[in-house]
């Protein structure tokens, strides 16, 4: 098997068994389990979030999911606890799936390395 076809694989396996957990019965997309992955990161557990804070805990989880491939890193913590990233490199022009792809492959790697 290729690697792309491991990725599509693995990301397969991945969202179907989040959907089961997180999805009441939908399929989770790339942008609900960014979503997850930042509830997961800022370690503040499940509580109501505000719009804005919606996307800020996705920006958490895009600049994770990103820090392997060079573009974040990791800075420090805030008062309350979130976490802040610094800009390494700028991300390249992307097609919109190109970005899926990108995502799905951070994903994959992301559940890869925390097993």
């Not at 979503?35 to 600049?63: P, T, V, W």
Request: charged share 30%; glycine share 8%; proline share 3%.
């Amino acid at each position: 098997m290729s690697r792309n076809e491991n990725t599509k694989q693995s990301w397969e396996n991945i969202q179907k068994e989040l959907s089961q957990k997180f999805g009441g019965g939908e399929t989770m997309d790339v942008d609900a389990i960014i979503y997850l992955i930042g509830i997961q990161e800022l370690g503040q557990g499940f509580r109501k979030n505000s719009k804005d804070d919606k996307i800020d805990i996705m920006h958490i989880a895009i600049c994770k999911l990103l820090e392997p491939f060079g573009f974040y890193e990791f800075d420090f913590f805030d008062d309350d606890g979130w976490p802040h990233y610094n800009v390494i490199d700028e991300l390249p022009n992307l097609k919109p799936g190109e970005q899926s792809v990108l995502m799905k492959e951070a994903i994959v790697m992301y559940f890869e390395n925390r097993e």
